[in-house]
């Protein structure tokens, strides 16, 4: 079985428009239309930025936690502790992607 960084990674690398770089503070980047949809620290934590509004969403409703360097901004932090957490990984990056690309005329995945 591979890493679930692997996965998480592979799965987002290969949406349309999507473009992965080493990420400034270690790890993983994609980005899409020239923003961020989020980053992979290795195998343990992605992080995500949302506007403020989506981020209080995310947390209230548990799907994410407040950033774990800057809590005060959109960004969200996802734990990653096991392979049942890749699903709620991919479901945030589907969501920043979607909202990145929706006035884009990207074909989405």
């Known amino acids: 079985m ?7 990674g592979s799965e987002v690398a290969g949406w349309p428009g999507v473009k992965e770089r ?4 270690g790890g993983r980047e994609f ?6 949809i989020g980053h992979l620290h290795g ?5 995500l930025p949302f506007p403020v509004k989506v981020r209080e969403e ?3 409703s548990g799907k994410a936690m407040v950033h774990h ?4 901004t959109g960004w969200v932090s996802y ?10 990984a991919l479901d945030l990056f589907r ?6 690309t929706a006035r884009r005329g990207i074909e989405r995945a």
């Open 22 to 25: 080493a990420h400034r503070f």
């Open 79 to 88: 734990p990653i502790r096991q392979e049942e957490d890749v699903a709620g």
């Open 58 to 60: 995310l947390v209230a």
């Open 2 to 8: 591979a890493r679930v960084g692997e996965i998480i």
């Open 69 to 72: 360097v800057m809590p005060q």
């Open 95 to 100: 969501k920043n992607y979607e909202r990145l």
């Open 43 to 47: 195998d343990r934590l992605a992080d």
């Open 31 to 36: 980005r899409v239309n020239g923003h961020e």
